[in-house]
């Protein structure tokens, strides 16, 4: 099941000033995965979707996951939330698994609850929202997939 989303390796091509910018760096994915716990934007609640099956692998590693999708009060035995703003617990990663043009509003909420960092995952690229993630502080991954980098650590 997840072969064919595994081997997805499409990257992003930086340029310009965005080249000064320490997203997706080996160093920021590593400081990430020292977190804790992961809200997941756009966790479905069917198993065959990588939003479910990517989250349900990080829970089995040991990470704290809090599902955020408006259509639902939980998805796999976990409460789950409409919003960023509307989790009562601290949230150090948030994990985006909607279109690009939706990045922008779920970036400045993650700043408006004090995550440290936002991860995009593959396929989910929005510069802007990215660039001004980390100009607030946040550690950012852009374009990657948080199972397929997790497993390359011991």
């Known amino acids: 099941m997840f072969t064919s989303y595994i081997k997805f390796t499409a990257k992003i091509r930086t340029l310009g000033h965005f080249d000064t910018f320490h997203m997706n760096e080996l160093e920021t994915i590593q ?4 977190l804790n ?3 997941v934007v756009g966790m ?3 198993p065959e979707r990588p939003s479910h099956y990517v989250s349900m692998y990080m ?4 990470y704290t996951i809090i599902p955020v999708n408006p259509g639902h009060s939980e998805i796999a035995g976990l409460q789950c939330y409409p919003s960023l703003l509307d989790i ?3 949230v150090d990663v948030v994990d985006v698994f909607r279109r690009p043009e939706h990045v922008f509003p779920i ?3 993650a700043i408006e609850i004090g995550a440290k960092a936002l991860w995009l995952q593959d396929g989910v690229i929005n510069k802007e929202a990215a660039e001004f993630t980390e100009n607030a502080g946040l550690l950012v991954v852009m374009n990657d997939c948080m199972l397929r980098r997790h497993r390359q650590f011991p």
């Open 59 to 62: 829970k089995d590693n040991g």
């Open 44 to 46: 479905s609640p069917k």
């Open 107 to 109: 970036a400045e909420a």
């Open 37 to 39: 716990t992961i809200a």
């Open 88 to 90: 009562p617990a601290k």
């Open 31 to 34: 400081s990430i995965f020292e």
